[in-house]
């Protein structure tokens, strides 16, 4: 089971929720508006799981998550991507995300997409 969540949105209402709903499931929960210096803010953080929007300003969630899945050390790191995109499972596969949870969700499709990913 994860025990630290990373989520990249530029959305902060969603950040909040997301937050308010996994720190209540026992998480520890970071948040980002951006997906910039993606490997130092991973370094620091060292999460177990990362939820990544798409639509993220700057660097982008499929950028990022491919940097993430190319890194030595972290492309271990399971990576959630999600998004109110329709194309949002050939965006997933095309960042090298492990799995997608589209937008809009309910509380139950966010804590499962989250608990019933393997993590390492």
């Known amino acids: 089971m994860p ?3 990373l989520i990249c949105d530029d959305d902060m209402d969603i950040l909040a929720i997301c937050q308010y709903i996994l720190e209540e499931s ?3 929960v970071h948040t980002r508006s951006d997906c910039n210096n993606i490997i130092e803010v991973l370094s620091e ?5 990362i939820l990544m929007d798409n639509w993220i300003p700057d660097t982008g969630g499929i950028i ?3 940097t993430i899945k190319q890194h030595p050390i972290f492309k271990s790191i399971p990576v959630i991507y999600f998004s109110a995109n329709t194309d949002i499972k050939i965006l997933a596969q095309e960042a ?5 949870l589209a937008k809009p969700f309910d509380i139950a499709e966010l804590e499962k997409a989250i608990f019933s990913t393997k993590v390492q």
């Open 3 to 5: 025990k630290r969540v």
């Open 26 to 28: 026992g998480l520890e």
């Open 45 to 49: 953080i060292q999460p177990d799981i």
């Open 64 to 66: 990022a998550t491919q």
């Open 96 to 100: 090298g995300a492990d799995s997608y």
